[in-house]
Nanobody, 126 residues
């Protein structure tokens, strides 16, 4: 059974950095787009970033563009999210996601993703 497990969250001051990891097990997502979403209390789950299977294409939400970088290591079945210049409004549970099948188009809607991790909390203090 496919499983996605996030790690790397924590408490950081505004302006600081964190690196999140998402390790996949149970199946390979080597040929899948992979994505990061986040959800703050009382808010909808929102797209953060996504990466193509090869790593050659990426997509970012406007709110994180220039500050966050998504990457992947297919040999380790793992994706990463490097978060720099963090702001209090980045506070949320961060979840990684994968679609049910491999595809070439990067989707930004949560409805296009079938597999989800349990999430890791990121808290940015002002």
């Amino acid at each position: 059974q496919a499983q996605l497990v996030e790690s790397g969250g924590g408490l950081v001051q505004a302006g600081g950095s964190l690196r999140l990891s998402c390790a996949a097990s149970g199946r390979t997502f080597r040929y899948h787009v992979m994505a990061w979403f986040r959800q703050a209390p009382g808010k909808e789950r929102e797209f953060v970033a996504a990466i193509s299977w090869s790593g050659g294409s990426t997509s970012y939400a406007d709110s994180v563009k220039g500050r966050f970088t998504i990457s992947r290591d297919n040999a380790k079945n793992t994706i990463y999210l490097q978060m720099n210049s963090l702001k209090p409004e980045d506070t949320a549970v961060y979840l990684c996601a994968a679609p049910s099948r491999s595809r070439t188009v990067i989707e930004r809607s949560k409805d296009d993703y079938a597999y989800w991790g349990q999430g890791t909390q990121v808290t940015v203090s002002s």
